[in-house]
């Protein structure tokens, strides 16, 4: 039954986007209401780590193409940012080979995580013009040759990264509820994309390319957009990163980080935005328990300790036996049903997609 | 919906093209021209090169030699994305859906692959499967239609926008005698509604004689005989190569 008042309809279409941004909030605001320092910070992780996740959904999920290089776009942004807030002087010292513009200004932290996200989305947009006529497999590879390119780049250009060392001296100015606030904005651009004339075209492609050619498609073209949106916001996570730790270390955005954050959007189910919201929040509770565990807890006179590197390994169970038990993930690829007065065939089918 | 997107001085043309696979020679030097308000029927036996034909015309296979002109111009380097939005748009044998998509957005990504809005393309392809027959399936998952069904959605697909020509290929194939019937009307309405040419793939010979007023038969790749359906049955070529067989 549709519901009467144009408010209702329009409560309906965004009502993934409601619920999801709701749920949210409440694990923040219960996590939050701790006040432990510690839980914190792993909860400002998480929803740093949520923000990436939303970005590869924008591309994972709807052109069909699994990104092995988004982390590299993380990278970029993060540098990017840092750039540009830290301290003139800290700068002088540690990455003198930055241009004279940047060695004597600073800018506002937030102006600078956006300037840091286009500037992930412009790397994306120029890289994704040539790889993007890839598909399949051949696009995955191409994804992650750009990466392992990136990666060797910033490690190797010492100058403007501080390469193998740290860079250090970054505001830390990542809370919570800043990290809280970019993914809320990620959920919207998601949401807002994939229900787009753009986002519609690209998932055509995902289910066959050549039929999607046929009508009318640009598939590269629509590639492209989607790839240089998700690279934003994946770049604008690498600023909040940076900006949470106070440091940079090329090594941070390595394979770790690669395998941890397509976990999550597999185990969510990568087609849709919950499934990208609900695999992030499980997985970043069973990360952080394992991580307790290998530091050990005591029941009653004995100690236990799980080794270390229990929580990857965790993890890769997980995924296992997800990819083997259920392959579209937690949500199976839908969005949050609309609860109220469920007329079956529309549900299924307006809610089905992303 | 009456639309006239076919021009008459329109043309879709393939000139002395041939095609090699590998060295395998899959069309070879074949000439046609197909214009708007027509039904052309392209036929011959498995593997003749139907498909890589309407694949050369649709943009979707380059020519080896020779070209493919739309209007008089060459489009043998245009993609099929870009060739579609120049007015030539083609079905697929197997259906080729969006099988997670609805009904209604299978026909929507055509219209916004033609440049539309999403809001005009919905609308656009709500109009066209009504036209179609198939409104009271609109939101059903495209993968859960039965096959009939399935090739009035591919046909949706490709009309969206009224192009000047559209190719279908065999979309008969599996169906009954009635459900045949049906098909042929529909592409006879299509003809007439629409005014765009159309080159039809079938192997039914009840479905390509019923409608087609001119015939292309393909052997090894190479043009047998071309004429009325009255012509080619009657044809000695054909028989031997084709006909004769059923």
Redesign the interface.
């Known amino acids: 039954m549709e519901p009467k008042s144009p408010l209702g309809h329009m409560v309906r279409e965004v009502w993934p986007l409601i619920i999801l941004s709701v749920g949210l909030l409440l694990v923040v605001v219960v996590i939050q209401s701790f006040g432990d320092r510690i839980v914190s910070q792993s909860l400002t992780e998480g929803l740093i780590r949520l923000v990436v996740v939303i970005g590869l959904y924008i591309f994972i999920g709807n052109s069909g193409l699994i990104s092995f290089g988004h982390i590299g776009f993380m990278m970029i942004g993060a540098y990017a940012t840092a750039w540009q807030t830290m301290d003139p002087m800290t700068k002088d010292i540690f990455i003198p080979g930055l241009p004279a513009y940047l060695l004597a200004n600073s800018h506002h932290w937030l102006i600078a995580t956006i300037i840091g996200g286009l500037i992930a989305a412009i790397a994306a947009c120029i890289s994704g013009l040539a790889m993007m006529r890839l598909s399949g497999i051949a696009a995955s590879i191409g994804t992650f040759a750009l990466f392992m390119s990136f990666y060797s780049l910033y490690l190797q250009w010492s100058t403007w990264t501080a390469g193998q060392s740290s860079l250090v001296g970054i505001p830390v100015t990542t809370t919570p509820w800043v990290a809280f606030w970019f993914c809320i904005v990620a959920m919207i651009g998601a949401f807002v994309y994939s ?3 753009f986002g ?2 690209l ?2 492609s995902r ?2 390319e ?10 590269t073209g629509e590639r492209v957009i989607s790839f240089t949106l998700s690279a934003f916001f994946v770049g604008m996570a690498g600023g909040l990163y940076g900006h949470f730790l106070g440091l940079l270390t090329v090594d941070t955005f390595y394979l770790p980080m690669t395998f941890i954050t397509l976990s999550m959007l597999v185990v969510g189910g990568m ?1 849709s935005l919950s499934g990208a919201v609900v695999g992030t929040i499980v997985l970043s509770f069973v990360i952080e328990l394992l991580r307790k565990a290998e530091k050990g807890f005591s029941l009653g006179e004995t100690s236990i300790s799980l080794p270390a590197s229990s929580a990857e390994v965790g993890l890769g169970i997980i995924l296992l036996l997800i990819l083997i038990f259920r392959p579209s993930g937690f949500t199976r690829n839908s969005e949050i049903y609309w609860p109220f007065k469920p007329k079956v ?2 549900t ?3 809610h ?2 992303s | 919906m009456v639309q006239q997107g076919g021009d008459s001085s329109s043309t879709l043309e393939v000139r002395d093209v041939t095609i090699r696979f590998e060295g395998l020679t899959a069309i070879d030097q074949v000439n046609e021209t197909v214009t708007p308000g027509e039904i052309l029927g392209l036929i011959g036996p498995n593997g003749a090169g139907k498909t890589t034909l309407v694949n050369t015309m ?1 943009g ?1 296979q380059e020519p080896t030699v020779g070209d493919v002109l739309l209007d008089g111009t060459s489009v043998r380097k245009v ?4 060739l ?2 120049m007015g030539v ?4 044998q197997a259906g ?7 009904v209604v ?2 026909v ?3 219209g ?7 809001a005009a ?1 919905h609308k656009e392809a709500t109009k066209l499967l009504d036209w179609i027959g198939l409104s009271d399936r609109a ?3 495209a993968g859960a239609l039965p096959y009939t069904d399935e090739r009035r959605v591919g046909i949706a ?2 009309l969206i926008q009224s192009p000047k020509f559209m190719l279908l290929d065999e979309p008969a194939a599996g169906m009954s005698d009635l459900e045949c019937d049906d098909l042929m009307k529909l592409v006879q309405r299509v003809r007439d509604e629409f005014g765009c040419g159309i080159v039809l793939i079938e192997h039914n010979m009840r479905v390509v004689m019923g409608v087609c007023e001119r015939i292309h038969v393909l052997d090894s790749g190479r043009t047998i005989a071309r004429g009325t359906p009255g012509e080619v049955q009657k044809n000695p070529a054909v028989i031997e190569a084709y006909l004769g067989k059923g």
């Open positions: 229900r787009s004339k519609l075209a998932r055509a289910e066959d050549v039929a999607a050619k046929a009508a009318g498609v640009n598939v087609q065939a529309v299924e089918v307006t089905r997609q | 649709t979707f993609n099929a994305h870009q579609r939005r748009s083609r079905t697929f080729r859906l969006f099988r997670e998509m609805s957005e299978n929507e990504v055509a916004v692959g033609m440049g539309l809005r999403r393309a939101n059903v998952l697909r490709a």
